[in-house]
């Protein structure tokens, strides 16, 4: 069973760009997390999609924004790049419960 | 706001030691998770503990729940240098991990 696959795997970016990253989830998996993880503030979540919809959201600028295809796949979007974006970005896929989620390998996006 | 505390937030050790990990909260949680993370990489599961007083064994790691399901605390025996990497706990509230402040544990031959 192929796991969490996130692209790309490293980004560098300027101030004012945006950026989309992309997830996909393990086969069967209908529910995705994004999370932030940075030396700084660790691990916060950004949002969790299931079926399609936003179900839930962490405390992030608007400039943060995601979506999922009906094929599971999620994608998130970070506009109007500032320094303080630069971060691992993790995508988890999530079976059942929610409580057990797995996580790609991550985005390491640098904004300079 | 919920926070998971995670002490100590670094531990260097020899090879063979062991040791233990603390996670503690002020809010109750309808899980918990382990997770170990290596440079560059996301967090891989190690467990998940479900009720209150619940211990599970992986190999030479021993995980407990708390009674109240406030805190956890994963304990390693005879550490070995492959153990070495961020652990991190994390709470399940609302369909969402909260997670810990991590632990970097460096375990050397």
């Known amino acids: 069973k192929a796991g969490v696959t996130q692209t790309p795997r490293y980004l560098i970016k300027t101030r004012g760009q945006q950026v989309t990253l992309s997830c996909s989830p393990i086969?069967?998996?209908?529910?995705v997390s994004w999370y932030q993880q940075t030396p700084g503030q660790g691990l916060q979540f950004l949002f969790e999609y299931f079926s399609e919809t936003q179900r839930n959201k962490g405390n992030f600028p608007g400039r943060f924004s995601g979506r999922q295809f009906s094929n599971s796949r999620s994608e998130m979007n970070v506009s109007t790049l500032e320094l303080g974006d630069s971060a691992l970005y993790l995508c988890?896929?999530?079976?059942?419960?929610?409580?057990?989620?797995?996580f790609g390998p991550g985005t390491r996006l640098t904004v300079l | 706001t919920q926070l998971l505390e995670q002490s100590p937030q670094f531990l260097s050790i020899q090879e063979g030691e062991n040791l233990t990990v603390y996670c503690n909260s002020s809010s109750v949680f309808s899980s918990l998770q382990w997770y170990r993370q290596e440079p560059g990489e996301g967090p891989v599961l190690l467990v998940t503990?479900?009720?209150?007083?619940e211990v599970k064994k992986l190999k030479r790691l021993t995980f407990q729940f708390g009674d109240a399901r406030k805190d956890s605390s994963l304990h390693i025996t005879a550490a070995q240098p492959g153990d070495t990497g961020l652990y991190l706990c994390?709470?399940?509230?609302?369909?969402?991990?909260?997670f810990g402040t991590g632990t970097r544990l460096l375990v050397s031959p």
């Open positions: 988890a896929s999530i079976g059942t419960s929610t409580d057990t989620q797995y």
């Open positions: 994390a709470g399940a509230s609302f369909q969402k991990l909260v």
């Open positions: 503990v479900v009720t209150g007083g």
């Open positions: 086969s069967g998996h209908r529910s």
